[in-house]
């Protein structure tokens, strides 16, 4: 999977071999991803079983949440609206558009999150993240 | 993609297109991955740390 090569240092820790490392990361189930940064800190879980594509976006979430916990706004802006747009139709979706419009008022757009919330409503209206955004259009 | 859709544990060979799987009674093998996994965490942070990338840990329960 060319995301996992380009992206990321992948590493497999089969439940078997390597229970300590299970209990270690505090994983409770399988499979779980875990996304960290380079000094081991971690920055986006996955736990069950995913389709092919909302997997993938599900990875690029957690890149934009890496980017955005590092303050790195416009990059992680970016990646986050490539979930929101390109992958409209997995569950990460909705997350992703949140996260995109607090990278941008982050980043000093200050107009964002009316446009977010604007967004996420017609767009996931249903979701816990329209709820989230919908405090922005007062 | 259909013996990924059966067979969800053999997701790592789904995501190459590499599984060569035979589904039902029948064996289930030459699971291969392009994708080269470490199988030692505190390596691949020692990676992330020297290139940049972040780690993706797969904790897997599914044949290696």
């Given at each position: 999977m060319k995301v996992v090569s380009e992206h990321f240092v992948p590493v497999k820790i089969?439940?078997?071999?390597?229970?300590?490392?299970f209990e270690r990361f505090k994983a409770q189930w399988t499979p779980t991803q875990l996304i960290l940064d380079g000094?081991?800190?971690?920055?986006?879980?996955?736990?069950?079983?995913?389709?092919?594509?909302?997997?993938?976006?599900?990875?690029?979430?957690?890149?934009?949440k890496l980017a955005f916990e590092q303050k790195r706004y416009e990059d992680a802006a970016n990646m986050f609206r490539v979930v929101c747009d390109e992958h409209a139709g997995a569950?990460?979706?909705?997350?992703a558009c949140y996260?995109?419009?607090?990278?941008?008022?982050?980043?000093?757009?200050?107009?964002?999150?009316?446009?977010?919330?604007?967004?996420?409503?017609?767009?996931?209206?249903d979701?816990?993240?329209?709820?989230?955004?919908?405090v922005w259009t007062t | 993609m259909q013996v990924w859709t059966r067979l969800?544990?053999?997701?790592?060979?789904?995501?190459?297109?590499?599984?060569?799987?035979?589904?039902?009674?029948?064996?289930?093998?030459?699971i291969v991955s392009r994708i080269e996994w470490l199988k030692d965490a505190d390596e691949g942070i020692a990676?992330?740390?020297?290139?940049?990338?972040?780690?993706?840990?797969?904790f897997s329960a599914a044949p290696m």
């Open positions: 089969h439940v078997k071999e390597q229970p300590a490392v000094d081991g800190i971690e920055h986006h879980r996955i736990e069950g079983f995913l389709p092919k594509e909302d997997f993938i976006a599900e990875l690029e979430l957690g890149l934009g569950g990460a979706a909705p997350e996260w995109a419009g607090v990278s941008n008022y982050k980043g000093g757009n200050h107009e964002s999150l009316k446009e977010t919330a604007r967004l996420l409503k017609e767009r996931y209206g979701s816990a993240w329209a709820r989230k955004a919908s | 969800p544990a053999t997701r790592t060979a789904a995501w190459n297109g590499s599984c060569e799987c035979v589904i039902g009674r029948a064996k289930k093998e030459a990676r992330a740390h020297a290139t940049g990338k972040p780690v993706l840990l797969d």
